[in-house]
């Protein structure tokens, strides 16, 4: 019998869960795991937090339990470049790599700011490399700008602040945060900023960065001119689907994928940042760029791609954090705007729980420091819980509260 090929396109968490999820469930095959950095998987989310501060970064897995220990072929430092469907081959560098089952976890490229290539103290933060560049400037006492108020450009801003640096945020939308948590909510997180001393501006765009070789200022659509030694992107990824044009899989904001992750060509899923799935625990496609859908489609995607007969819908209410300024922020579920309750807490303040409401249901969560509830009320909006008993929920939480006062 001829053995059973599994490429993974993507070195990313999503392509690790993959890689263990086939072996565990007793994939005795040939896989190959291609990459397009030169570096074994590592943990992104400690690259705007953790790593900015100082700590490592090691890899998930040393290159002996990868090659060794799950009978993989490494091939990083080469992004894939071409798949073709009719053939079952992945084209990486100048190799082409057969696949019975291909699982593309891919992830996404960070947008850059236009104009700024070639110069210097630019940077994104996507990649180890991109946090390496970051962490010696900021180690070097830059002068920050960054442009983005989002959670990344936020966690870089705190880094700044912890060093005692001068740091300066550019929000092109006049609330941050606002298509994340609502503009309420945005607001109430901003306060952060604000509080830790770094200078936040809304409603102001970026007209140049300027400098001769190296980033010297920042120019804004109001006029200002920011001092800079470094600037950072925080404005958004795209996912990386480039390289497969011409494949015949469906690209719309991503890998159009159905409920199992199957993309539609026979023995091709996706996972990760990369994937655009129809979600039905909320029963609509989504593409979310989180740590543990990441992990968790990764590896419902390899042992549905090795056994399709069998193939298990993923389902899931999404979850990230995010950490600024010794606060924790967590949201679980989806930003509806149908109606925002602030139901513990002051959201001015250090701690606060915010539900939201989409028809009558409970569709979402916001915290600030409210690590012992988050996770009560992701249980909640799993189960299908209504409106009704998610305030209920709330209530008994606030008695039980009172009561141990």
């Known amino acids: 019998m001829t053995e059973r090929r599994l490429v993974v396109a993507g070195a990313s968490l999503a392509g690790l ?3 263990e999820a086939a072996r565990r469930s007793g994939f005795d095959g040939s896989i190959t795991l291609i990459g397009a950095e030169p570096h074994l998987p590592y943990d992104r989310p400690p690259l705007s937090k953790e790593f900015l501060g100082g700590a490592g970064l090691p890899p998930f897995r ?21 798949l073709d469907t ?69 966690e870089v801003a705190s880094a700044a602040r912890e060093r005692g640096l001068e740091v300066t945020i550019v929000e092109a939308l006049p609330t941050p945060l606002a298509r ?4 309420t909510m945005g ?6 900023h604000t509080r830790n001393g770094t200078d936040l501006r809304c409603g102001a765009g970026v007209a140049a960065v300027e400098g001769e070789r190296r980033v ?13 030694d470094l600037v950072v992107a925080g404005i958004g990824a795209v996912p990386a689907v480039d390289w497969l044009a011409g494949s015949g899989l469906s690209l719309d904001n991503g890998v159009v994928c159905d409920e199992t992750l199957c993309t539609g060509a026979p023995g ?44 298990k819908p993923y389902s899931t209410v999404p979850y990230f954090w995010s950490d600024w300024y010794g606060s924790r922020i967590q949201f679980v579920g989806v930003p509806a705007t149908d109606e925002i309750r602030v139901i513990d807490g002051d959201p001015g303040g250090n701690h606060f729980v915010a539900l939201y409401r989409e028809g009558g249901r409970l569709a979402g969560t916001l915290t600030m420091n409210g690590q012992a509830q988050i996770m009560k009320y992701r249980g909640l909006i799993m189960r299908g819980a209504s409106w009704a008993e998610g305030l209920e929920f709330a209530e008994r939480r606030r008695a039980a509260a009172m009561e141990k006062v």
């Open 62 to 82: 040393s290159e002996d339990v990868l090659r060794d220990g799950l009978g993989t072929e490494l091939a990083l430092g080469t992004a894939a470049t071409a």
């Open 216 to 228: 010297e200022r920042v120019r804004l659509t109001d006029g200002t001119v920011l001092p800079a």
């Open 268 to 311: 091709v899923y996706a996972a990760g940042d990369v994937a655009r799935w129809r979600n039905p625990a909320f029963d609509r496609h989504m593409r979310l760029e989180h740590w543990t859908s990441a992990a968790e489609q990764g590896a419902v995607a390899a042992r549905n791609a090795l056994d399709p007969g069998n193939a």
């Open 86 to 154: 009719a053939a079952r081959t992945v084209r990486a560098g100048d190799r082409e790599y057969g696949y019975d089952a291909l699982v593309i976890a891919t992830g996404a490229t960070a947008r850059t700011l236009p104009g700024t290539e070639g110069l210097d103290g630019v940077h994104t933060l996507r990649t180890r490399d991109d946090a390496i560049a970051v962490r010696r400037a900021l180690d070097a006492g830059a002068r920050t700008v960054v442009v983005g108020a989002g959670f990344i450009g936020s």
């Open 17 to 19: 869960r993959a890689v």
């Open 187 to 192: 607001t109430a997180c901003a306060v952060l």
């Open 180 to 183: 994340a948590v609502g503009e």
